[in-house]
């Protein structure tokens, strides 16, 4: 009997002992996979980590790459970005350089000339003579106005020319040939007008910002016109200073010191679009063919004649989003869907839909800072100064 347990005792051995090598082989295959599957989930987890390093540092690593063009004008000559260059007044002439520093052209204006830029053109006074300029450095429009210039706008098919005494101004409005097209000489009788500008799929509207001086209390007045044609609208915004209007999808977003309003070319407001921007100032602008433009806002404590910018602040849509800059800034824009900052020696880029920026340092000599901003040439050129001397340098992606 014992014998026999003894038997059944070393059979059941056996059969385990065989039972936990078949386990061991079947488990083999097993564990050599979740190995595997273990060295692929760390390589992965190593390439990420690689790859979000270079996305964060890649800004600083091409600093390298960015160079600065020296420009044969100074920060004090009312440097202005004009297409894919750049003009500026000597005292004598108006010159535009490429956004490289090359002299393109030169136009003997005389002295104590004014000018101001459109997309084509640009407009040059003093006292009543005024001069329009095309592109290539042609006078399209030479003569003596009827008064003194107080200012000229220029838009893609007209200009728009303000002349006469402050409170008594004559708008004049001609093709860029010089073609009487438009005279409103009675309009703004007791009106003091601060600005026009021209909007429309071809510019073929108008706009107008008056200030009635002359009443119990200061009232901003907007006017919009359909040029040679009719009057389309008109606005009182009340006594907050007015100060910019820009024309994008099909509305004309008016920023005063408290509120953006929106407005049809009729001036029939969209009360749903008005937002509170008080303390804040826009700055710069975005405004793609189709869709909504980007509008960029600063502190307005910031955008002093000495700009110290902390942050910023962009507006599409309905859409209003909140920036913090790295280190303090003296200028900012917005260019095709990011923001640009300038500190004393790095450059700051940040897609707007991002809140971070990345840093690109400025290839500046030793002891140079940057002191001013001057802004953007249509072909990606920033424009900035270190004191009186000029600098361009390509825009980092």
Not at 299 to 309: A, D, G, L, V, Y
């Amino acid at each position: 009997m014992a014998r026999g347990n003894q038997m059944g005792s070393d059979q059941l051995f056996r059969s385990r002992s065989r039972n936990a090598a078949e386990d061991r082989r079947s488990a083999a295959p097993e564990e050599k996979r979740r190995r595997m599957i273990r060295s692929w989930i760390i390589v992965v987890i190593v390439v990420v980590a690689v790859l979000v390093g270079v996305y964060f540092l890649r800004g600083y690593g091409r600093g390298k790459e960015l160079t600065l063009s020296k420009l044969p004008c100074y920060s004090n000559q009312n440097v202005t970005p004009f297409r894919d260059g750049l003009i500026y007044y000597d005292g004598a002439s108006i010159h535009h350089l490429t956004s490289g520093g090359t002299i393109r052209w030169s136009f003997p204006a005389g002295t104590e000339i004014k000018f101001s830029v459109g997309p084509t053109h640009i407009a040059l006074w003093s006292g009543s003579q005024l001069f329009l300029v095309d592109q290539n450095g042609n006078a399209t429009y030479n003569e003596a106005m009827e008064d003194t210039v107080q200012f000229a706008r220029v838009g893609e098919r007209y200009v728009g020319i303000v002349v006469g005494k402050d409170t008594e101004p004559k708008l004049s409005v001609k093709d860029l040939n010089g073609a009487q097209v438009d005279v409103e000489a009675d309009a703004f009788s007791g009106l003091m007008l601060l600005d026009v500008g021209f909007y429309g799929d071809q510019g073929q509207y108008m706009w107008t910002l008056a200030l009635d001086v002359f009443g119990t209390a200061p009232n901003t007045v907007m006017n919009t016109f359909q040029v040679g044609k009719m009057n389309t609208g008109e606005v009182s915004l009340g006594d907050d200073l007015t100060y910019r209007v820009i024309y994008e999808n099909g509305r004309l977003r008016v920023f005063t010191t408290q509120q953006v309003y929106s407005y049809d070319y009729k001036c029939v407001q969209d009360t749903n679009a008005t937002m509170l921007v008080y303390g804040w100032k826009a700055i710069a602008c975005d405004i793609p063919d189709r869709g909504r433009a980007k509008i960029l806002l600063a502190p307005t404590s910031q955008t002093s004649s000495t700009q110290i910018i902390s942050e910023l602040r962009v507006l599409e849509g309905e859409n209003d989003r909140r920036y913090t800059l790295p280190t303090s800034c003296v200028g900012a824009s917005i260019y095709r869907g990011n923001i640009y900052a300038v500190s004393e020696d790095y450059i700051y880029r940040a897609d707007v839909g991002s809140q971070r920026f990345f840093g690109y340092r400025i290839p500046l000599k030793d002891g140079e800072k940057i002191s001013a901003y001057h802004g953007i040439t249509s072909d990606g050129k920033i424009l900035i100064s270190v004191g009186e001397t000029m600098y361009s340098m390509l825009l980092p992606q």
